[in-house]
């Protein structure tokens, strides 16, 4: 489905689900890991054959989380203290933000410049927090 005001304008809903993992291992003997399941929603608007916007609302359906420490493992011995995981199974219903301002630099070449909000977790008493990342992306198709 999309509209069309002009030629070169279209208005396109887009829906899509995406995946994160990480892993890194702390000063201390501390481990965690992260992977999280979002649904997508939102709307790309082409202004011309070279140029579109995007914007849309990620939300989280499952996340797993590990963290704890390491120590002793390789002598197999896992220290149950301080080691915990974390599953969310159900969807979150407060939507973080994400956008997009693409440029076709040829017909299997994309540059998208890029906005997200993430949560950030870790080995914190802070909890949980949101971070806004900005970059680059290059999409390349091939056949």
Request: charged letters at 20%.
């Amino acid at each position: 489905m999309s509209f069309t005001a002009a030629p070169d304008l279209t208005l396109e809903p887009e829906l899509g689900i995406s995946y994160r993992g990480a892993g890194q291992e702390l000063h201390g003997g501390i481990e965690q890991s992260m992977h999280r399941l979002h649904a997508q929603a939102g709307w790309r608007l082409s202004l011309s054959q070279a140029l579109y916007l995007s914007a849309g609302a990620k939300f989280s359906m499952l996340s797993v989380e590990t963290r704890g420490l390491t120590a002793g493992e390789e002598f197999g011995i896992r220290p149950e203290s301080g080691y915990r995981n974390v599953y969310e199974f159900t969807p979150n219903r407060t939507p973080r933000w994400t956008g997009e301002l693409g440029l076709h630099l040829t017909p299997r070449t994309d540059l998208m410049l890029y906005y997200d909000q993430e949560p950030v977790t870790g080995w914190s008493y802070s909890g949980q927090h949101l971070e806004d990342r900005l970059g680059t992306r290059f999409i390349f198709r091939f056949k």
